[in-house]
T-cell receptor, first 114, second 109 residues
Framework: GAVVSQHPSWVICKSGTSVKIECRSL??????MFWYRQFPKQSLMLMATSNEGSKATYEQGVEKDKFLINHASLTLSTLTVTSAHPEDSSFYIC??????????FGQGTRLTVV | QKEVEQNSGPLSVPEGAIASLNCTYS??????FFWYRQYSGKSPELIMFIYSNGDKEDGRFTAQLNKASQYVSLLIRDSQPSDSATYLC?????????FGRGTQLTVWP
């Protein structure tokens, strides 16, 4: 089946720095990409949705200037957490969907900001 | 975010028993409903989805949907210790998937 590769699987960064998370579709063209965040023992919260050729649409309460999403190509999406702070420590997961395929999750990235 | 509520659990059942997981949703415009299993530190794995009223069976799993009551459930028959995980209910609305908090299930031998 279709595969989504998300990197890194975990990252530790200093407060105030920026972190980039990549998500790639390996054998299909991802026309729509979703980014989720999950705090411990909490639900996956949808952060934003990006469709091919258009800017990302952010969910209410998600700061678009802090969480930069780039739908760079039909196989790559990146999420950059800018000026990260300890409260941004979370599990970030991408979900990619092709025009004629079901959606697939990436493996997730555990971000710890110290 | 669209509201998807799950019984918080944790739910503990003996091996071989039926585990019943419940979910309610607030948006009547939701089109389909999904059940995922998630192990700690991992991304969710799709178990099954349902979009028509009634029951849908897949192996040991049965999903039930009642749109009038805005209620979705998942039954796991002959529960195994390997079924121990967090089960997430999700609703699909306008192409976006919204998740409940999840119910932690423990199946003890």
């Amino acid at each position: 089946g279709a595969v989504v590769s998300q990197h890194p699987s975990w990252v530790i960064c200093k407060s105030g720095t920026s972190v980039k998370i990549e998500c790639r579709s390996l054998d299909f063209q991802a026309t729509t990409m979703f980014w989720y965040r999950q705090f411990p023992k909490q639900s996956l919260m949808l952060m934003a949705t990006s469709n091919e050729g258009s800017k990302a649409t952010y969910e209410q309460g998600v700061e678009k200037d802090k969480f930069l999403i780039n739908h760079a190509s039909l196989t790559l999406s990146t999420l950059t957490v800018t000026s990260a702070h300890p409260e941004d420590s979370s599990f970030y997961i991408c979900r990619l969907r092709g025009s004629n395929t079901e959606a697939f999750f990436g493996q997730g990235t555990r971000l710890t900001v110290v | 975010q669209k509201e998807v509520e799950q019984n918080s659990g944790p739910l503990s059942v003996p091996e071989g028993a039926i585990a019943s997981l419940n979910c309610t949703y607030s948006d009547r415009g939701s089109q389909s409903f999904f059940w995922y299993r998630q192990y700690s530190g991992k991304s969710p794995e799709l178990i099954m989805f349902i979009y028509s009223n009634g029951d849908k069976e897949d192996g040991r799993f049965t999903a039930q949907l009642n749109k009038a009551s805005q209620y979705v459930s998942l039954l796991i028959r002959d529960s195994q210790p390997s079924d121990s995980a967090t089960y997430l209910c999700a609703s699909l609305t306008l192409g976006r998937l919204y998740f409940g908090r999840g119910t932690q299930l423990t199946v003890w031998p």
